[in-house]
C-alpha cells in the first residue's frame, strides 16, 4: 500500500479527514504521542488497525472526540465527576472509560462494556476530528510492542507502507501516554498513569483517586504477579527498545558511577553502549525525551542502554512506568 505523507495545511488535513471517513487509516499528531486513526464507529476500518500495527485484538483503543458534547454520543451516563474532570482537563492528555453506548463496536472496546474517551489538545488532531464528522479510535501510531511514536519520522519508521497517510506534524509535547482514569467503579481509579497525576485529579474532585494496585508492583516480587492490570494494554510487552536496557536505582552519585563502570566494562567487551540520563527533577523533560531517546539508541545500533531511575513521584512514577517496561524490568540496586 502507498502512503500518502501529508503536512498539516487546511487542505491537507481535510484530505486525511476524507481518508477516515471513508474508512481509511490515518496516523496524526497529538499532544501526547502521534495515533493511528480509523473511524471508531465502523468496524472494518477499527479491525484494519489492529493489522497494521500488529496488535493483539483484546487491547481496546481509545475513542478520540473534538468537543466535549460527543462525550454523551459514546456513554449514556455523565456523571458530576465525570463533568468536573472535562471541563479542567479537556482537551489534553486525560482518557477516561465510561460505560459505552452500543453504537460503539465490540471491536473498538475489544469487547469491553466500557470505553475510553479522550478530547486531544493538538489542533491539527481536533480539526482532523471535526473534519471526519465521526469519533476516531486510535491507539499510538508504533508497531505493537515499541516506543510510542513523539514525531512524524518514527511513525513514517514503523507505518509507512501499511496504512493510508501520515499527517506530519512537529513534535509531540507531552511524549507520554495520556492518563487513563477509569470511571466506572465507585471510586475513580487510574489504569495509566501520565502527566496529569493523582494529585491533579484530587485537588480537582476533592476526594481519594485508586491507582491500579498493578502499576505500584514489579513483576519479580512475587506473589503478587498473578495480578491482572485493568488496562489490557499494560499487560502486554510495551515500549521496548532492540538493546538491552539496565534501570540503575540507588543514591545519585552511586548510580553515575555505577554507570560509568558498567559502561567501561561493556565498551572493553567491544559493546556500543547508549546512557540515557534525565535530570531527577526534570520530569517533563524526562517524559518528552524518553521514547525518542530509546528509538534513537536503537538507530545508532547500541548493544546497551544504562539509565537511571527517576524519583517516583508525581510525572516520575508516569516516567518509571514507562522505564522500567522498556527495560523488562531489568533492575540494578546500587
Ligand atoms: O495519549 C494517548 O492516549 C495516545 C494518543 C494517540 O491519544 N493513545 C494511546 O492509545 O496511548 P493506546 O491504544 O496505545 O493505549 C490505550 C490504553 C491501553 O493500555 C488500553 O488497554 C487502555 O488504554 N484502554 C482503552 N480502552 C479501555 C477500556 N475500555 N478499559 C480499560 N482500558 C482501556
Ligand atoms: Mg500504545
Redesign the pocket.
Known sequence: METKILGTTTEEIDQAAQILSAGGLVAFP????????ADALNEKAVAKVYAAKG?PSD??????ISSKDDLSMLTVEITEDMEKLSDRFWPG?M?M??K?RSIVPDVT??G?D???V?M?SAPE?LELIRRAGCPVA?????LSGKP?PTCSRHVIDDLNGRIDAILCGGQCQ?G???T?I?MTGPQPMI??P?IITREDFERVLEKPVLLDPTLNRRPEEGAEEKLT??????K?KHYAPKAEMIVFEGESRAVEQAIEDEKRKRETEGQKVCVILFVDNEQENAAHDLFARLRQADQNGADVILSAALTERGIGFSVMNRMLKSAGYNIKKV
Open positions: 497529538t499532544e501526547t504521542v502521534y495515533g493511528l486513526g496488535r487491547n481496546p483503543m481509545i475513542v478520540h492528555p482518557t472509560i465510561v459505552r472496546t475489544g469491553l466500557t470505553v475510553g479522550r486531544p488532531a486510535a491507539p499510538s501510531a508504533n510510542s507531552v507520554i501516554e495520556s487513563v477509569d489504569l495509566r501520565g492490570p485493568k488496562a489490557p494494554g499494560m502486554y
